[in-house]
């Protein structure tokens, strides 16, 4: 599941469906669709189905891959992450 793909179709707007995602802060809460039994057929068609079947819902999931790229994923997000994670290990100890 851990794929560079995930992230390029973040940066430009899908609305991702993926097999599910490690359990670690980096794809908690991220907004695409994930499904336990990826190579069930029956399984991804249902998901894929309930997504084309919402049309109105289209632009709102996009926009919310978009924010999370820029959020999250974005080299800018990233390098702040890591800047807070070494600043925040830097001060607990040196405290």
């Known amino acids: 599941p851990e794929t560079f793909r995930f992230y390029e179709s973040m940066k430009v707007g ?3 469906v993926s097999a599910k995602m490690p ?5 908690r809460s991220h907004p695409g669709f994930e ?3 990826i190579s069930n057929v029956n399984e991804v068609a249902e ?8 049309p109105e819902r289209f632009d709102s999931l996009q926009q919310r891959s978009l924010e999370t790229w820029e ?10 992450l890591i800047r807070n994670i070494s600043e925040s290990r830097l001060t607990t100890r040196y405290s």
Do not use: H, M, W
């Open 14 to 16: 899908c609305i991702v």
């Open 47 to 54: 998901v894929l189905r309930s997504i084309l079947e919402t």
């Open 35 to 37: 499904i336990d039994g």
């Open 71 to 80: 959020s999250r994923y974005a080299p800018v997000a990233v390098a702040a």
């Open 23 to 27: 359990d670690n802060e980096l794809y």
